[in-house]
């Protein structure tokens, strides 16, 4: 099974511009969570979605939204990017999200503001 | 509310010596625990799960951890550690979603 895909692996916006980050899931899994990894804020959970439908949320801006679709592709949107947005976005799949599912991490976009 | 605390930012250890990578958590509801690893400029990948049963858990590349419920803790260790160790360590909690520790970097040095 190929495993989860990100796109694009690197971007470089500049500040008031906005990004979309595209994720594919493993084959058969239906939640795909997001994540922002930051040097000073670490590891820290964005949105998760199933079916289609957001079931969870971090506690981040409105600037940054998500979707996914019915192949349960996934994209997360940021608009009026801020410095503070360079990071690097994980995406995870897992097969029914939930508390216990393990979920598999894709190799991230590092995304770069200036 | 859930939280994990990674007691060490980074541990040096030297090749074929153990290591033990420490993790404290707080959580009010049911206690799932995961270890993930990240190389330099990829995504995390996951070392070992407690869902429930046995506190001792084994995982890949030869790690484990124990699940300590009265000290709230769930330690990884390695008995003899290898260079290709080398990498950021995540310890992490579920709720529905992840809540993760701060990381450990773990540097075995030749």
């Known amino acids: 099974k190929a495993g989860v895909t990100q796109t694009p692996r690197y971007l470089i916006k500049t500040r008031g511009q906005q990004v979309t980050l595209s994720c594919s899931p493993i084959s058969g899994h239906r939640s795909v969570s997001w994540y922002q990894q930051t040097p000073g804020q670490g590891l820290q959970f964005l949105f998760e979605?199933?079916?289609?439908?957001?079931?969870n949320k971090g506690n981040f801006p409105g600037r940054f939204s998500g979707r996914q679709f019915s192949n349960s592709r996934s994209e997360m949107n940021v608009s009026t990017l801020e410095l503070g947005d360079s990071a690097l976005y994980l995406c995870?799949?897992?097969?029914?999200?939930?508390?216990?599912?393990?979920?598999?991490f894709g190799p991230g976009t590092r995304l770069t503001v200036l | 509310a859930q939280s994990v605390t990674q007691l060490d930012s980074q541990v040096p250890v030297f090749e074929e010596a153990p290591v033990e990578l420490r993790c404290n958590y707080s959580?009010?509801?049911?206690?799932?625990l995961f270890w993930y690893v990240q190389y330099p400029n990829q995504g995390l990948q996951l070392l070992l799960k407690?869902?429930?049963?046995?506190?001792l858990v084994k995982g890949i590349n030869g790690f484990e951890a124990e699940f300590n419920k009265s000290q709230t803790s769930f330690h990884l260790r390695k008995p003899s550690v290898h260079i290709s160790d080398t990498a950021e360590y995540f310890c992490?909690?579920?709720?529905?979603?992840?809540?993760f520790g701060t990381g450990t970097r773990l540097t075995v040095i030749p």
């Open positions: 407690y869902l429930s049963g046995s506190t």
């Open positions: 959580s009010s509801v049911s206690v799932y």
């Open positions: 992490a909690v579920s709720a529905n979603n992840l809540f």
């Open positions: 995870a799949s897992s097969s029914r999200g939930g508390e216990y599912n393990e979920q598999f």
């Open positions: 979605y199933f079916s289609e439908t957001q079931r």
